[in-house]
């Protein structure tokens, strides 16, 4: 990477480089919805050796540019890291904060009159940052969620600079069920006037939407009194709401109900994988996708944590890792 965008750092950590940065976007940045940003950023994070292949890594609309951090809270740890299956003295692991979201990136911070932004938006976004950048070739474009969706359009812009394209949960558009459910969650805000308690809440019901009744069973069943759910719920509500607003989720949650691409578009060899009982990208929608895409195999896998799965089943998620990282294509 030999160019320097705009207020760029640079550290070492035990011998791994560290870099940030934050790119002025072209003003205006022009959406797909018609609409500008003007005085747009995108804020991004590369971690491993300079000259080493770069691995672009992007998670939900609740993750950032950190898929892993110095202090153990990125958003992609189990994966990340000296010897894990994104191993940052092998690979530069390359992520951003999302342009309407709540962390360095152009966003509402609150107001509510930010633009629309789609999933191409980001996509074109990160294709001027890697440009930037000086990036030739991308050895391994992940995308998790929200992310594969973003990663479906940066592939199909970047066609051979990508070697390979290794989706999470993702489809090529929203489900019915996804859409409903999102739906409610802004429902809820509208009716809570934005406060954070209606955020918290909206988060608590998607939090549900992502795991499984199986699962749920499985970990709170042996508690009659319903203390225990209502407690996890309410953790989790209260810790989004601590970081987001509302505004950025309602943003973020319309881009991925927004969401539609051709996978005849993307050429790039592609694994997906997808969870059977996940609730938010059906299976009926991955294996649409992997018919329609040119060079696709889907991987099927079983799990109790449904749509959160590309974060809890972390044995499957670093096998298929090192093996789309390994494979010759």
């Known amino acids: 990477m030999s160019a320097h965008p705009q207020f760029e750092s640079t550290s070492l950590d035990a011998g791994i480089r560290w870099r940030t940065g934050v790119l002025d976007l072209p003003d205006p940045f022009r959406l797909e919805g018609g609409e500008s940003l003007h005085r ?16 672009v890594v992007l998670g939900g609309i609740s993750a950032h540019a950190r898929a892993c951090a110095r202090d153990g809270r990125g958003w992609f740890e189990a994966q990340c890291g000296v010897g894990r299956a994104l191993d940052t003295t092998r690979y530069r692991l390359l992520g951003i904060d999302w342009l309407g979201g709540v962390d360095g990136s152009a966003g ?9 932004v789609s999933s191409a938006d980001q996509a074109r976004a990160l294709l001027l940052l890697l440009n930037r950048l000086g990036v030739r070739r991308v050895h391994l474009l992940v995308g998790a969620s929200y992310g594969g969706n973003v990663a479906q359009h940066l592939a199909a812009l970047l066609g051979d600079r990508v070697r390979h ?14 859409l409903a459910l999102r739906q409610v969650q802004r429902t809820i805000l509208d009716l809570g006037d934005d406060a954070d308690t209606a955020l918290a809440l909206a988060r608590s019901l998607a939090v549900l939407g992502y795991r499984t009744p199986e699962g749920i069973e499985a970990r709170f069943g042996g508690d009659v009194s319903g203390g225990e759910i209502s407690s996890w719920l309410d953790h989790h509500g209260a810790k989004f709401a601590a970081r987001f607003d509302a505004a950025a989720y309602r943003v973020l ?4 109900d927004a969401h539609r691409i051709d996978p005849a578009m993307i050429h790039v060899p592609t694994t997906l994988l997808a969870v059977r009982e996940d609730l938010i990208v059906p299976l009926s929608l991955a294996r649409e996708y992997a018919r329609r895409a040119p060079r696709c195999e889907l991987i099927e896998i079983s799990s109790p944590h449904g749509h959160d799965g590309f974060l809890k089943e972390e044995r499957a998620v670093g096998n298929l890792l090192r093996a789309a990282l390994e494979e010759r294509v």
């Open 40 to 55: 747009a950023r995108i804020a991004w994070q590369c971690v491993g050796p300079d000259e080493a292949p770069l691995v």
């Open 108 to 116: 509402p911070h609150g107001t509510a009159d930010f633009p629309a």
């Open 165 to 178: 394209l290794l989706q999470l949960c993702a489809a090529h558009q929203p489900s019915q069920f996804g």
């Open 253 to 256: 949650s319309a881009s991925i």
